[in-house]
């Protein structure tokens, strides 16, 4: 008998599997690490700086003249899930970037290797950055002149305000940057980068972290106004908080504990309101101050001459106002919890009294009860005597015709005596079993 044995051998080709479904937010996830890459700078440039105040109706209608004048150009506008956008428009670049409240227009241009600081003048460059309708409120405007060290130049204790004049070094000394954080009669902050040997890509990480602080300074300090706005509501709220609390001391009735837990309610409701509409705006600010802080970390700045570093001079000017927004935040919290003690503390006094009216009530009921049942008592006594009033009467009828015909011949005088025990004990019985009986019943 003959087996044929027949083995498989195996084959070389990989079998196809399916893709790994991927969760819907890893796309984006992944490329948030890539949306703000540093891009290389030719020295000397131009850069004109905005940020605009975008609620979420108006970053669609900027998205949507964008990309029309994309379009007008031949060229392909941001797509719809697109924050960030570059696009080179001859020898100028322009980046776009759309952040969750403001949004960003960066104009790169040329400028020649002789330009003095901040020449030719904003009002030479500035037209071809109107061509895209302004998107919002315009927060910040920033004039940046990235050029290499001329000894024929302007110092800048020439160029800007001494004053409030802040300038440093990076990290290794191949650049310098400065800038006294006014306004110029442009409306723009001015900035002078110096170049003292930086590479190209080096120079564009310099430039958009230097924007970057001066951005997002200007968005920190948008606290302060509202920090001053709400200061008097909050003293006037801290002020009432201790005239009721000192009342809590003399009140003593449940009147006047109600009266204080509806001005509580009151104060409490006028705090809240002002908490609200003030969370979004301190919890930016800290946001915000801590980027400003971060971004001067990783310059790593260098003082020079006698002039204070830009971490210093934002240390002196700008913390007291980040404080002020940081302690408003506090006194609202810590006011939230004081009237809430409070609140408890009135609502325990009133529980309290009314927990004691309840018991009076409840006492007074009690005697009422007890007034009832006695009266009751006295009612069934009465009933029980004119029921064998009754009943003896009707007897004595019946004795006295028994007598008068002979069947009996005791005297009806003696058998209604006799009767009127036997009666009323039987009637009291007869009463007596019927309330028991009504009692158990209930």
Not at 31 to 54: K, S
Not at 106 to 111: D, F, K, Q, S
Not at 226 to 251: D, F, G, N
Request: charged share 20%; hydrophobic share 40%; aromatic share 6%.
């Amino acid at each position: 008998m003959n087996h044929n044995d027949t083995t498989a051998e195996p084959s070389n080709e990989p079998a196809t599997l399916p893709p790994l479904m991927p969760h819907r937010l890893r796309a984006a996830i992944l490329n948030e690490l890539h949306a703000r890459p540093f891009t290389a700078l030719a020295v000397p440039r131009r850069i004109l700086h905005f940020a605009f105040h975008t609620n979420e109706a108006a970053a669609q209608t900027d998205r949507v003249n964008l990309f029309a004048f994309c379009t007008t150009r031949g060229i392909a506008g941001p797509l719809p899930s697109e924050k960030h956008y570059r696009v080179a428009l001859g020898s100028t670049v322009l980046r776009w970037e759309q952040h969750s409240e403001f949004t960003t227009y960066t104009w790169e241009m040329p400028a020649a290797a002789s330009d003095a600081p901040f020449t030719p003048g904003v009002a030479v460059l500035e037209p071809q950055t109107r061509a895209i309708p302004q998107p919002g409120p315009l927060l910040v405007a920033i004039d940046l002149h990235i050029l290499r060290k001329d000894p024929n130049h302007l110092s800048i204790e020439e160029i800007f305000d001494r004053a409030s004049l802040a300038s440093a070094e990076n990290s290794d000394g191949s650049a310098s940057y400065a800038t006294d954080f006014r306004l110029d009669p442009s409306g723009f902050v001015r900035i002078l980068i110096t170049d003292n040997g930086l590479a190209s890509d080096r120079a564009g990480a310099l430039v958009q972290r230097v924007l970057e602080i001066e951005t997002y300074r200007t968005l920190a300090l948008l606290g302060l106004p509202e920090a001053q706005r709400l200061s008097p509501s909050i003293s006037r709220i801290e002020h009432k908080l201790a005239e009721v609390t000192q009342k809590m001391r003399e009140a003593n009735d449940l009147g006047s504990n109600r009266q204080l837990l509806d001005e509580l309610a009151a104060l409490a409701a006028d705090l809240e309101a002002g908490a609200a509409a003030s969370v979004f705006r301190f919890g930016a600010t800290r946001a915000y101050d801590e980027i400003v802080h971060q971004r001067l970390e990783t310059i790593g700045e260098r003082k020079m001459g006698g002039l204070p570093t830009w971490t210093s001079f934002l240390a002196r000017r700008m913390a007291p106002a980040i404080r002020t927004c940081i302690t408003t935040e506090a006194r609202q919290s810590e006011l939230s919890l004081k009237l809430s003690r409070a609140a408890d503390l009135l609502r325990t006094r009133v529980n309290v009294e009314l927990e004691k009216q309840n018991q009076e009530l409840l006492k007074s009921m009690n005697e009422r009860t007890r007034m009832q049942l006695r009266l009751q008592t006295t009612v069934e006594g009465l009933s029980v005597a004119a029921i064998t009033y009754y009943v003896v009467s009707l007897f004595g009828y019946v004795a006295k015709a028994a007598h008068e015909t002979g069947y009996i011949h005791i005297e009806p005088a003696y058998m209604i005596a006799g009767f009127i025990p036997v009666a009323a004990l039987t009637i009291w019985a007869i009463v007596r079993r019927i309330r028991k009986h009504h009692i158990s019943h209930d």
